[in-house]
């Protein structure tokens, strides 16, 4: 079935330093692919999508690009901030079951 | 507005209790969900409604009743809990057009503990 692996976090980093989570998927078709991310005592925020092989997503300095060829939807940052701490989740929509399937989550805490 | 209101933000109830967990959109979403989250884990869906109808049920167990009165509102009723249901319980919106997964639109949560 369609599943979705992220890298294990928890990821630490300094302020302004360069962030890459990993997002990998496993999918019949076509699916869409979504970074979320969760703020302590919150729910989901969408940050960003991508609905088709090379597209980028992009939202607040975050990007995300669509690779259908390694199946991955890597996010990256060019300089993070303490206010990114959070938990990262990627997901794709699976044209299989029409859910979204999320991958484990990544912890991400910067250091000031 | 891509706002998801949940109420009550925090519920606590005794396991002979019922209470009912609220969720409003206003953007014209035709699919709803539930779901609950545990510390430090993904979401689980448990319901979905698709133009007011439910469309999936995870199996969830019939201590969890979902309704759905129209295409802006979606509760879930709630009997007879067990601790282990306690979590944070997500609602949903996305649009529903039947050609792909559309991105879905998080409430900030309900936090429930059953004592």
């Known amino acids: 079935g369609d599943s979705v692996t992220q890298m294990e976090g928890p990821v630490t980093l300094s302020e302004e330093a360069f962030l890459t989570i990993n997002c990998t998927y496993t999918?019949?078709?076509?699916?869409?692919l979504f970074w979320y991310v969760q703020y302590p005592g919150e729910g989901l925020q969408l940050l960003l999508k991508a609905t088709k092989a090379d597209d980028k997503g992009s939202n607040k300095g975050f990007e995300a690009t669509y690779r259908k060829e390694t199946t991955s939807f890597h996010l990256e940052k060019g300089s993070v901030q303490v206010s990114d701490s959070a938990v990262y989740f990627c997901a794709l929509g699976s044209g299989n079951t029409g859910k979204l399937i999320f991958g484990q989550g990544t912890t991400l805490q910067v250091k000031p | 507005d891509t706002e998801v209101t949940q109420t009550p933000k925090h519920l606590v109830m005794g396991m002979t209790n019922k209470k009912s967990l609220k969720c409003e959109q206003h953007m014209g979403h035709r699919a709803m969900y539930w779901y609950k989250q545990k510390a430090k884990k993904p979401p689980e869906l448990m319901f979905v409604y698709s133009y007011e109808k439910l469309s999936i049920n995870e199996s969830v167990p019939s201590r969890f009743s979902p309704e759905c009165p129209n295409s802006s509102l979606l509760n879930l009723h709630l009997h007879a809990l067990q601790p282990e249901d306690s979590a944070l319980y997500l609602c949903?919106?996305?649009?529903?057009?039947?050609?792909?997964?559309?991105?879905?639109?998080f409430g900030p949560g309900t936090r429930l503990t059953v004592t």
């Open positions: 949903a919106s996305s649009q529903d057009r039947g050609d792909r997964v559309y991105e879905q639109y």
């Open positions: 999918a019949t078709g076509y699916p869409s």
